[in-house]
């Protein structure tokens, strides 16, 4: 026999989750106390790295019901959403989205709406990647260095090389200059590629 379980999230403390679940009573679902799980952690960690959810995952028996109100309670990235949704319909479990009419999400209906969902996230990386690929070529074009601040100023780092060029250790050097061996390695390493180049 199936058994239904809802899963409520809110993103901080000091939300409640009552709202989610009068609006699941009020869509004919009477569930058991012991099968509702509320959570509040943001919609930006994964499903399942979520402990109510994970927990409540472990529960999950093929032929239950899991219960949302809405999309974003199972995460705001539709990647992770969708990847979610496969692997509960891959036990055995329906997820039913009230937001969508009740759609049961591993139902051909719901598969469309996965899909559709599944388009709009991999659309919405590319333009991430555009963007940020767009702002990175705009910052190197000014003249701006791109990364880190390197750890030894041009000066300290010709002076390092100079001084490994006469026979100083480079964890001499790291603990001279305050920084890690592996910079001097780096250091050192630049310095070579310069002079066979």
């Known amino acids: 026999m199936s058994r239904a379980f ?7 403390a ?4 009552e ?3 009068r609006e699941i009573e009020a869509a004919g679902f009477a569930i058991d106390a012991r099968r509702i ?3 509040s952690v943001s919609g930006s960690v994964a499903a399942m790295e979520r402990p109510g959810f994970a927990k409540l995952v472990d529960r999950l028996e093929s032929g239950d019901v899991l219960i949302v109100t809405k999309l974003d309670r199972l995460g705001r990235n539709a990647m992770d959403v969708r990847a979610t949704v496969e692997r ?3 036990a055995g479990v329906r997820v039913h989205c009230l937001a969508l009419g009740g759609v049961d999400l591993t139902s051909a209906a719901g ?7 599944g388009a709009v996230a991999e659309f919405e990386r ?7 690929q767009a702002g990175l070529a705009r910052v190197k074009a000014s003249g701006k260095a791109l990364g880190r601040k390197p750890a030894l100023t041009a000066e300290q780092q010709d002076q390092t090389r100079q001084r490994l060029a006469q026979g100083a250790s ?15 390695m780096r250091v050192r390493d630049k310095g070579a590629a310069k002079a066979i180049a």
């Open 170 to 184: 480079v964890a001499e050097l790291a603990r001279e200059y305050k920084t890690t061996r592996q910079t001097i």
């Open 14 to 17: 000091d939300q409640v989750t």
């Open 111 to 117: 598969k469309m709406t996965m899909g559709v969902l």
């Open 88 to 90: 509960l319909a891959a």
């Open 6 to 12: 809802a899963y409520c999230r809110v993103s901080t």
């Open 19 to 21: 709202n989610q679940r």
């Open 37 to 39: 799980v509320e959570e």
């Open 126 to 132: 590319d333009l991430l990647i555009e963007r940020t």
